[in-house]
């Protein structure tokens, strides 16, 4: 039995991406880049397009702004933590060393308690963790040395940095909020797009 073929196509209500509908509603899908925070297949898969229903809308608002709210609440609960038991360190594995064979920068959780001076290679004076990946170890940066005076200073310096990536994720939903909202104030039937042969 072959696949019935689509005929047309229409935007998703949920990330507003245009998808071929092959059974009338749109086929599966990722999510756009435009929202930062969403991951897998989108939740508009298998359900009608935008240009004949607006139903979805209103749960994906919902949903977004309570994702934004623990969010902000993350952030905050992160700056006010002056002694984190935990900190963000980053370090470099050259693909000689990768499991993966390609290397690059990874993140970590290092316990506070852990992070020390560095005295070797680049690291050297900045604040660091030891940390093994694939039987070798690195000094993963904390912090340099001249924003922290003590371990737990750097700790939290570090931890800002995780405060400014949900920022940065509030701002998306924020955003995504608002265009939801838009479009849906605004809503009313259009025609489908057909897809040219």
Known sequence: MSK?????????????????????????????????FFNGVCTG?????????????????????????????RAAEIRADTEPETAKATYYVPYQKARNGKGGYASVTVQ??????GTKGLRSGD???TVADN?????????????????????YYSNQAIAKEVDSNVEQATAYIAWQTRR??????????????
């Open 4 to 36: 019935r073929q689509a005929t047309h196509k229409g935007e998703c209500q949920i990330c507003g991406r245009t998808q071929k509908l092959p059974t009338g509603v749109l086929s599966l899908h990722g999510y756009t880049v435009n929202w930062g």
């Open 45 to 73: 898969a298998g359900f009608l397009p935008f240009e004949q229903d607006n139903s979805q809308i209103e749960g994906a608002i919902e949903a977004v702004t309570a994702q934004r709210d623990a969010m902000v609440k």
């Open 112 to 117: 506070t308690s852990d992070v020390h001076l």
């Open 127 to 129: 604040w660091v963790a």
């Open 135 to 155: 039987g070798h170890e690195y000094d993963a940066l904390v912090a340099p040395r001249s924003v922290a005076q003590t371990p737990v200073e750097a700790a």
């Open 184 to 197: 849906n104030r605004d809503w009313a039937p259009r025609e489908l797009r057909p897809i040219s042969a």
